[in-house]
């Protein structure tokens, strides 16, 4: 099982240099069945990094560019008219694909975001009066451009929340980078092979079922869930007047399913605070909502996941 991930991981280093932390991101989220949020500045190869997993797993991909003036069936699809037979006939939006990369998802309206969520959770889509089920597997990589907001649309809170994780990604490093420009100056990037396909990602969907996770453990989540609804109750008094809302019941489901997903990836058959770690700022940091005070103090989702991390014991 292990050794399919590395020969994933590798595939896609072939084009995507660093961003290691988003790469095991959309392998989580693709194993749990969730969907992935990422925040960056353009040109950080989000785009290039979804279609290299299409390639290396085999699978179909497609990318809509979200703008104001699109329509929800510019997504789902619609009923259109054939004049030869004269009956209408179904056209199936890019919806229809097993990795689904939505661009700068804050630039549509609601209805169109609305339009994207409701087949992220139900997995089908209604056109007229049918009901058509998506391709499985199936995975949303959204993306927000953290610096223009003028002419976006904010995603609500609850629209968020369905987002099992949300990745902030950056630079590269100047090693990185070098790395880089060296590969475009010198051939260009390496072609991926698929070295996995539907049966392999359901075999790992499978096996995230045996990967065991103690009660202490277990309830050790449950608590970092907890601090940030009743941070009083947790020693977190200088932090309560800063969250106006914590983390819903999804995020202990979606913290409970990441940590499973990493430690399967790390080869291991049980969960350890550690692999808690290394997704909690993922699963928590778009599902805590602050009030104006930690804005005024400059502060972030993030630094009141640090806080409880600090808080909460480890078992």
Excluded: W
Aim: charged share 25%; proline share 4%.
């Amino acid at each position: 099982m292990n050794q399919a991930i590395e020969s994933i991981k590798k595939e896609v280093g072939k084009v995507i240099v660093g961003h290691e932390h988003l790469v095991d991101a959309m392998l989580i989220a693709l194993l749990c069945e969730g969907h992935l949020l990422v925040e960056g500045v353009p040109g950080l190869a989000k785009t290039t990094a979804i279609n290299a997993l299409a390639q290396a797993l085999g699978l179909g991909f497609k990318r809509v560019q979200f703008t104001p003036d699109l329509l929800p069936s510019d997504i789902t699809g619609t009923e259109i008219y054939d004049q030869k037979s004269g009956e209408f006939k179904v056209k199936h939006g890019p919806v229809f694909t097993n990795l689904l990369l939505a661009d700068e998802i804050n630039r549509a309206p609601a209805k169109v975001q609305s339009a994207l969520l409701e087949v992220m959770q139900e997995k089908q889509v209604t056109i007229a009066e049918d009901t058509y089920k998506v391709d499985r597997p199936f995975l949303v990589l959204a993306t927000q451009n953290p610096v223009e907001q003028e002419g976006t649309y904010r995603l609500p809170e609850a629209q968020l929340d369905r987002f099992m994780m949300k990745v902030n990604i950056g630079y590269n490093s100047i090693e990185e980078e070098f790395e880089i420009v060296s590969r475009v100056a010198a051939k260009g990037f390496g072609e991926i092979a698929p070295v996995a396909g539907k049966p392999e990602i359901a075999a790992m969907q499978k096996a995230l079922h045996d990967i065991h996770v103690d009660d202490a453990v277990q309830k050790y989540m449950l608590k970092l869930i907890f601090a940030s609804r009743y941070p009083k109750e947790y020693g977190l008094s200088d932090m309560a007047e800063y969250i106006e809302f914590g983390a819903s019941p999804r995020a202990s489901i979606d913290l409970y399913k990441a940590s499973r997903a990493v430690a399967l990836i790390r080869g291991k058959d049980y969960v350890t605070p550690v692999d808690i770690a290394d997704v909690l700022h993922d699963v928590l940091r778009h599902r805590i909502i602050l009030n104006y005070k930690a804005e005024a103090a400059g502060l972030t989702s993030d630094d009141i996941v640090k806080s409880i991390q600090k808080a909460v014991r480890v078992p």
